[in-house]
């Protein structure tokens, strides 16, 4: 009898139906596929590739990096039930049909379509994926989609999916323009409300964000959200500054800010460590920040959030330069970037200032550097 832990199996992500044949192989051998985009670079393959050594606990099936390569990465690992106990809810959601086809809009190594391929394997759901390099042939016979808001409304305006009746959301909120398209073209949206971590959560199907059935929700004095459910993750590796863990009474949480109603209503506030989202994708702006404090010509860097409405948000980066007169140009900072970190988490607009704004005790301002840029007082560094 083999009592050995389980490991990851590293999948290089090129070509996204290929990838998702080896992902679907290695399961059904009993292994844990992880999925590794291969815009991340060589740096991010070889960081989450120390952790395939590593022994999982018995039972995992599933595996998903939510930390790219900041040089901490962090895996969260999960049961084949976590997920296959979710399945009638997303059956209900999306009022799966016969004849449905599925089109997931995220990249495979993101866990919404990883969660979609093993939905659909399991429904025998004939799935499309629609990460880099989509069919747009294929795409014409997708019925139901699951993706970001800005995926969904692309794959909507392009009219690639004339079939296209409803549309799982998650990963950002779904803003007036896509609503506005969804209700010109004729599309149902269902938004959720989830984490790579806890899975599904709460769904907005008419009548605002409510916890799913078989879901617990429960906002702390601090109003940090906290949930218990079969959905959730079992652990995670690696990610020494943000492990998950579920505690001994079954609640887990990832740091987001909510509001919880009397009626159910769940209103969310965004996340307490400052992560930003981005495409669906969570950056951890102190991650990041410990990559680009390398980068040649800076002293400090502080990351923060741009509002992006069709992505999200942006990540943006103020450099304090090591020697002000002479600070680092963006190409170099560009270079830095791309050799460090995942492709989600590179900043997108570059500033420089003479010093980082901070609190009497020392503590970073991002909402000033976000103030500032929007007011005009700071310009993108060229």
Do not use: C
Request: avoid cysteine; aromatic fraction near 4%.
């Amino acid at each position: 009898m083999n009592s050995a832990r389980p490991r990851l199996t590293l999948i290089d992500v090129g070509d996204e139906t290929e990838a998702a044949r080896q992902v679907l192989a290695v399961r059904r051998r009993g292994g844990v596929p992880l999925a590794i985009d291969r815009r991340g670079g060589e740096f991010g393959r070889n960081a989450l590739a120390a952790l395939a050594s590593i022994g999982l606990p018995t039972g995992s099936a599933w595996a998903s990096a939510t930390s790219g390569s900041s040089g901490d990465p962090r895996v969260v690992v999960r049961t084949a039930s976590s997920w296959e106990s979710s399945f009638d809810v997303v059956d209900r959601l999306v009022d799966r049909r016969p004849d449905d086809v599925l089109g997931a809009l995220a990249p495979l190594a993101s866990s919404m379509t990883l969660f979609s391929l093993a939905y659909s394997d399991a429904r025998g759901l004939p799935l499309v994926l629609g990460g880099p390099g989509r069919s747009r042939e294929r795409l014409a016979a997708v019925t139901l989609a699951h993706g970001t808001p800005y995926a969904v409304r692309e794959l909507i305006e392009s009219r690639a999916a004339p079939r296209l009746r409803r549309a799982l959301v998650g990963g950002a909120k779904a803003d007036d323009a896509l609503l506005a398209s969804a209700e010109r073209h004729g599309v149902e949206l269902v938004t959720y409300y989830g984490a790579t971590e806890l899975s599904f959560v709460a769904a907005d199907t008419g009548s605002g964000l409510r916890a799913l059935p078989g879901v617990e929700v429960r906002v702390d004095p601090d109003g940090t959200l906290s949930v218990r459910s079969p959905f959730v993750a079992e652990s995670s590796i690696g990610g020494r500054r943000h492990p998950f863990a579920v505690d001994a009474e079954g609640w887990a949480t990832v740091g987001d800010r909510a509001a919880l109603a009397a009626d159910g209503t769940l209103t969310l506030h965004g996340r307490s460590d400052d992560a930003i989202l981005s495409s669906g994708a969570t950056v951890v702006p102190g991650a990041v920040e410990a990559a680009l404090r390398a980068a040649p010509g800076v002293a400090d860097v502080l990351v923060f959030a741009r509002p992006a409405p069709r992505i999200g948000a942006l990540v943006a980066a103020a450099v304090e330069a090591s020697d002000p007169a002479n600070p680092p140009s963006t190409s170099v900072l560009r270079a830095h970037a791309a050799a460090h970190l995942s492709t989600a988490e590179r900043p997108r607009q570059w500033f420089v200032v003479d010093a980082l704004p901070r609190s009497a005790n020392g503590k970073p301002l991002r909402a000033a550097l976000a103030d500032a840029v929007s007011t005009g007082d700071l310009r993108p560094h060229v």
